[in-house]
């Protein structure tokens, strides 16, 4: 097992972010100008609570962001909680590794993992969510890890408002200083991939990324340009080519750029699925990885060690990104406060076969 | 989609197997001695039976494989029930796409999906089988899905005995006639495949397969052996390799075969991952796939059509064993029988680069 570095991020610039999980009953009684019990009434739902001042306090923990001690509660009852994980699809590699980090998490724990997906095989996206929303939100749910395609903040308040505990896995956007997250560093790993591509006398080094809007794909075409200002090698626009992960991105990019006057000599693929479809591409032209193209991916999921070459590839650690988040969303359940709301968990570079020094093959 | 053929077997010839759903109440209390509502008040673990009597009841229901509609019960309560999925480990695409299916064909059903891994870092294998079946059997499951590696015999009687409805998928042992399972038509997929590379001129092609105390891998054998015979090419014993269906396995028995005196122009993999390992062997010793070695996997996991060149294989209806396994749980949790206890999907072999007539490379 590699050793695992942990960066601890803060948005908010005060070194933490509201840390939602201290907030006490008496805090949010004193705030809604109530008794800390009509608090209480209110998060136990009971009826003995006046319309108007059951809607002040349910507006106020909403705000506040609190979380109850559901957990504690339930082994009080004696009964196993459920845990959920939303993952978008079961279609990737990307989303088994952070089942598999869940699920040997949560193993230990009593807590069992009810798995659901928000996009499957009907595409109806708007129907599917609602009803994990609802699922989540029927009480049969101790906590959530969330993993998603989109920002969804109006869906989060959602489950706050609802008082389910989660943490948000790989988030795509900026989700603000109160949503629990752990993510990976991005930034640092696109720029040891460059680096290295660089150190291997690579001058023309293109960069096929992800969609631009979703926070990750950011911090690696980010951490790309830093690594080539770095060592003074001036970006070349048309080297860059952010479109989505899929393969068939990975592939009709690489086509594109071959097709350059001056083609790129390695390629930094934003997933190892596009670099896969860099590969396929290659073939297809004749062209042997790496001698006359060096090909490092973004991911390393269960893909890189099988493909021939197997490929050089920047690892994101998603299974113990989901572990994390199960640490995480045990505090919360616990009542305790998380020491950090946004959590980076280190990559590594994996070095395989699929690079070598430019002019090899020629 | 594919269509899907369905292919039922039988085995014990009179074309059905005991239907254990079919059984009553009133069944049981004959066969016992009882009246029905004594067994009743055993299956509703009531106090007020003597301990003798429960102990003869309990026998008889366990020899019969009786199962209690569960779910229309929970229904009735106005609850979520759970169906349990439990997959050896989350680390191949295998089980990625088994829980696929089985996802999908719960999400419209208001069942939700627990997921567990007998296998999981820890590697205690015992432990961990013992804690997920004593998970199983703390009657906060209302039926299960089961991938095993073993044949675990003793365990699902146990599942039995505890009145916990279950279908096995892609079962690795003879289970007897009265387990319910979902597999895939191992034999016709290999035959599939065989024939394939006869047809294209191969004359010497070799098997390396999976471990033979495993159903589908002596079904696989036996294709290929069939397949054989019916073109009258001899069987090569060099050239059959049975092991374990990893990548390795692949690896080294490529290697291995390369090696002979009359090497294969052909290989015939158990499965996509030591389809791989043939790959990376045979790159290593400067073949090129197809022109030098045709390569054929078995399973059609997400990795086949990523590689390069893109893996002609026999693809197996994981996802569709998955939801077929739903299907048939939703039935033995309403109290209906199967109409087929043993069920095999239709295996298809999916052509794309990997395959060519021998003898190109020369």
Known sequence: ????????????????????????????ASQAGVSPMTVSRVLNKRPDVAPGTRERV???????????????????????????????????????EIARGVEAALEPTGFRLVLSCTHSSSRDLARQERMWLAKLSQGRTDGAILVL???????????????????????VGDLGPDVPSVGATNWAGARAATEYLLSLGHSRVAF??????????????????????AASVPEVPELVRPGNFMDDMGYKQTL??????????????????????AYAALRELAKRVPEDVSVVGFDDTL?????????????????????????????????KPLSSMRVQLATTLVIRSSCAPPGRGS
Do not use: N
């Open 1 to 28: 097992m590699e050793k695992m570095a942990l960066h601890k991020t803060s948005s908010d610039g005060a070194g933490r972010g509201p840390e939602v999980a201290r907030l006490t009953v008496r805090d949010l």
């Open 58 to 96: 349910e507006h106020i923990i909403a705000q506040s962001g609190f979380v109850p001690a559901r957990a504690a509660s339930a082994r009080r009852e004696g009964r196993h909680g459920l845990v959920d994980l939303v993952v978008p699809a079961l279609d990737t590699a990307y989303s088994l």
């Open 149 to 171: 395609y989109a920002e969804q903040s109006r869906r989060l308040g959602e489950l706050r408002r609802r008082h389910i505990p989660f943490v948000v896995v790989d988030p």
């Open 208 to 229: 096929i990324g992800g969609p631009l809007q979703q926070l990750c794909a950011a911090e690696r075409l980010s951490g790309y340009r830093s690594a080539l200002d």
């Open 256 to 277: 594109a750029l071959m097709e350059l006057a001056d083609p790129p000599t390695a390629i930094f693929a934003g997933s190892d699925s596009q670099a896969l479809g």
């Open 303 to 335: 893909l890189a060690p099988l493909v021939t070459p197997a490929l050089t590839t920047v690892r994101q650690p998603l299974a113990e990104m989901g572990r994390f988040a199960v640490r995480d969303l045990l505090r919360l359940l616990d009542g």
